[in-house]
């Protein structure tokens, strides 16, 4: 079968190949893969600056954004040929750790978990892949091929969940919140936002086009330019860029008691971006809370599901603005301009 590889730490080494199917101990559910979603940790994986093969192994089969249909499932496993589905992407450690062990394995304490097509565990990019029935989800028929936005969704259903669990420490008004960024994450941001009642302001450098188009499609305010020129106080921050100066900019219109979340990771060489001494002083005495996240608990895989049922179709399909064959998947991993969200198509 063909699938796309890459050598991890080694750039330039992605390229789509025939290697064998996938062995029956990597799960009951035998899955046709039919679309992948492409992001910024797979372009890191073909820069080599990211990714760890399965051990023993030279090279990794890349992809976590996963859409297939079941060829073959164990009865009583609640799947059948013909579903589609979704795979998890992390899997707990194998030790396991105190948070592993409790079924929270995007909490892991010893960083010795596995997520398929990222590090210890082949992807799900290739023609065939299997998947254990605990860690597949079924992609609910309104949604169809759109399910292959469950993965990134599910980032942003861990990020609100957090934002929900923390504002009920005290008084909280949860009136307005401010995304950072309109790339896909952003636009996921924002629409969890308006499903929970916010008002949403997406702040981002393009002026026009697609991106603000989706984003006032939502009810929600679309601002080109630096956050802290939007005449807008927050509750809430959603930090999708990774770049320190925006982050800064944000945190300045969040009011007292504000939470501010970060989900993008800067790709830059680690530098000290921040003034630490000021940052304490307005955490303080302003009684803000900044937290990171990455990937997700089960729990929020599923209330990624219902998001995207919720969401408009037609809002979610111009969200997926270029649709690339597995044969020139490399074209998947360059951005070209108006490019939002790209996905492969494995069957193409």
Not at 80 to 109: F, K, N, S, T, Y
Not at 179 to 204: F, K, M, N, S
Request: aromatic share 4%; net charge negative.
């Amino acid at each position: 079968m063909r699938a796309v590889t890459a050598v991890p730490g080694r750039s330039g080494t992605v390229g789509v190949e025939e290697v064998p199917e996938p062995v029956e101990q990597d799960g009951a559910v035998l899955v046709r893969g039919r679309l992948i979603g492409v992001c910024g940790t797979d372009r890191e994986i073909a820069d080599g600056v990211y990714g760890e093969p399965p051990a023993g192994e030279p090279k990794l089969i890349i992809g976590h954004e996963g859409l297939g249909e079941v060829i073959e499932a164990p009865a009583g496993s609640g799947f059948a040929a013909g579903d589609l589905v979704v795979g998890i992407v992390r899997r707990p450690d194998p030790v396991p750790c105190p948070a592993c062990a409790e079924d929270q394995w995007d909490m892991c304490r010893n960083n010795r978990f596995a997520e398929r097509g990222i590090v210890r565990r082949h992807g799900y990019a290739s023609e065939h892949w299997r998947v254990e029935p605990e860690f597949a989800l079924p992609i609910p028929p309104r949604l169809g091929e759109l399910g292959v936005l469950l993965e990134p969704t599910s980032v942003l259903a861990k990020a609100w969940d957090q934002v929900d669990r923390i504002s009920q420490r005290a008084f909280f008004l949860g009136g307005r919140a401010m995304v950072t960024g309109a790339g896909p994450i952003g636009l996921l941001a924002c629409l969890l936002g308006v499903q929970r009642g916010y008002e949403v302001h997406v702040v981002d450098l393009v002026t026009g086009g697609p991106k603000r188009d989706l984003v006032e499609a939502l009810g929600a305010h679309y601002h080109a330019g630096d956050a802290a020129d939007v005449e807008a106080e927050v509750e809430v921050v959603l930090e999708c860029t990774g770049l320190g100066a925006v982050g800064r900019s944000a945190a300045s219109r969040l009011v007292n008691g504000g939470i501010m979340s970060l989900t993008g990771i800067m790709n830059l060489d680690p530098q000290l971006d921040t003034d630490a001494t000021t940052m304490n002083r307005n955490a303080v005495l302003r009684n803000l809370v900044l937290f990171g996240t990455v990937n997700a608990g089960r729990r929020h895989w599923w209330q990624a599901v219902e998001a995207l049922e919720a969401a408009d179709p037609e809002w979610l399909r111009a969200m997926i603005t270029r649709r690339v064959p597995l044969t020139t998947f490399a074209d998947a991993l360059g951005r070209q301009p108006g490019d939002i969200k790209v996905i492969v198509d494995l069957i193409a």
